[in-house]
């Protein structure tokens, strides 16, 4: 582990503590007192924490399932399953039987409990899975469908048991078996904490410390549970509202992890494209400069190869630049902003081209359109110096009446697009635009210049 994996991982460790001191002294203090752990009679309380509940596990499956389809990771098929699983039992079992003003039946408040464990054991076992299935639509849709006929049968099994259930009734003294089941709710969020846990240590990755915590916060709302009388759908007790605040940390977690996921797949995109241009521009120019210092090594180098020598080591180092600049841009090691002032002072710095950059401070890029915005400025501005033969560019990233636009514009030459295709340079910089959503408009005409918009997605 390295030095601030091992950091972060003592300062979450140590939350964790403060935490479960915290939480621990609030339920001792409703375990020695028991008049502070009655429960209240709020029907419509209660269905909006149980609708909060379901829309919360809801779109932390919906993250994790396209967490997983951009990387295929077991774990992210878990969470994706248990937490769509924990939706839909806690909608078919706790919200739709109340819909007509009716309560939770003892049948379908077993099938919702027995639905429950289900879905916090396959989130319990999720960290302790490693490495990759087969992604894809399919996957997530097949695994959606056997989890809603495993509901079902969970329903079906527990109305045909129907009157030997135990009933669940207001007060102190609960069934054995109820208070079994909770019991083993919170023994399995406390496996998930201690594998969350776990595999933070191990990888350090961002998403497992949120997983972790909220963890933590689900098994304190489970023995409250346990502590706490669990009657029908018309009460409320305090391990609701930690079981909310749960489900809001675990969101928290699986935004910022989807968001990082989307971002290093755009890094590695990126990565894998300037190793291309690696090979076919810088690789190219130090082939040249091999072969003519063979030339002047066998001592009959013709005329104008020391010429050629100095301009294929001057391209080669200007390539260089260009690919170090890329990767630095592209691993986020420089803002975007310095990056690209940076790469406009090395293209000018032959006074060939004269550019002009204006990026509005007030513009929010996220971190895949940053990389894209990058190299479709880069991209423009090649196709200046090489087709345009322009004295002057002006480039421009900003808001134009409540779109965000990038705009790179010259004097150059300019073309008339119904006699002449669009090059490979235009097709490259529609396909950037593309791949963020955005769209690309080209105004060009003989001796007025060429003039390149790209509106990014709202």
């Not at 079906?156 to 109820?178: H, I, K, N, S, Y």
């Not at 410390?209 to 304190?220: D, K, N, P, Q, T």
């Not at 749960?246 to 989307?262: C, K, M, N």
Request: proline content about 4%.
């Amino acid at each position: 582990m390295r030095r601030d994996d091992r950091d972060e991982y003592t300062a979450w460790l140590w939350g964790e503590v403060l935490l479960f001191g915290l939480l621990g002294a609030g339920l001792a203090l409703f375990v020695a007192y028991p008049s502070l752990r009655d429960t209240y009679e709020l029907p419509e309380l209660r269905l909006v924490l149980d609708t909060a509940v379901v829309l919360a596990a809801a779109i932390v499956a919906v993250l994790a399932g396209i967490r997983f389809s951009v990387e295929g990771r077991r774990l992210d098929f878990l969470l994706c399953a248990g937490f769509f699983l924990a939706a839909f039992s806690t909608f078919t079992f706790g919200i739709a039987p109340v819909f007509g003003g009716e309560t939770v039946a003892t049948s379908e408040a077993w099938a919702g409990i027995c639905a429950k464990l289900v879905a916090a054991f396959v989130i319990a076992l999720a960290p302790f899975m490693r490495g990759r299935i087969l992604r894809g639509p399919r996957t997530l849709l097949w695994s959606s469908a056997a989890l809603i006929t495993a509901t079902l049968a969970i329903w079906v099994t527990a109305r045909l048991l129907g009157e030997t259930l135990p009933a669940m009734q207001p007060g102190d003294e609960q069934p054995l078996l109820l208070i079994g089941a909770l019991a083993l709710q919170a023994l399995l969020s406390l496996v998930a904490l201690i594998g969350f846990g776990l595999r933070f240590r191990r990888e350090g990755q961002d998403l497992d410390r949120w997983l972790g915590l909220g963890a933590s916060l689900w098994l304190f709302a489970e023995l409250h549970y346990v502590f706490t009388p669990v009657v029908s759908s018309a009460y409320v007790s305090q391990g609701d509202f930690l079981r909310l605040m749960s489900y809001g940390v675990l969101l928290t977690g699986v935004w910022r992890a989807i968001r990082h996921a989307e971002f290093g797949r755009a890094v590695a995109e990126e990565r894998a494209r300037v190793a291309r241009e690696i090979h076919d521009g810088l690789a190219q120019y130090l082939f040249t400069i091999s072969t003519v210092a063979s030339m002047i090594g066998a001592g009959s180098p013709p005329p104008g190869t020391i010429e050629r020598l100095k301009q294929a080591a001057a391209a080669a180092q200007q390539e260089a630049r260009f690919a170090i600049l890329a990767l630095s841009s592209a691993s986020g090691n420089a803002p975007f902003d310095a990056a690209l002032r940076r790469y406009v002072e090395f293209l000018t710095a032959d006074g060939v081209l004269e550019v002009e950059l204006e990026i509005d401070p007030a513009l929010t890029l996220a971190p895949d359109e940053q990389i894209e915005v990058f190299r479709i400025v880069q991209e423009g501005l090649a196709n200046v110096r090489k087709h345009a033969r322009a004295a002057r560019a002006e480039v421009v990233i900003a808001g134009q009446d409540g779109r965000r636009v990038v705009l790179v514009r010259d004097d150059g030459t300019g073309f008339d697009g119904e006699e002449q295709p669009a090059g490979q340079g235009l097709k490259n910089l529609r396909t950037r635009a593309n791949a963020i959503g955005g769209a690309l408009a080209l105004r060009s005409e003989p001796g007025r210049g060429t003039a390149v918009e790209v509106t990014l997605r709202a």
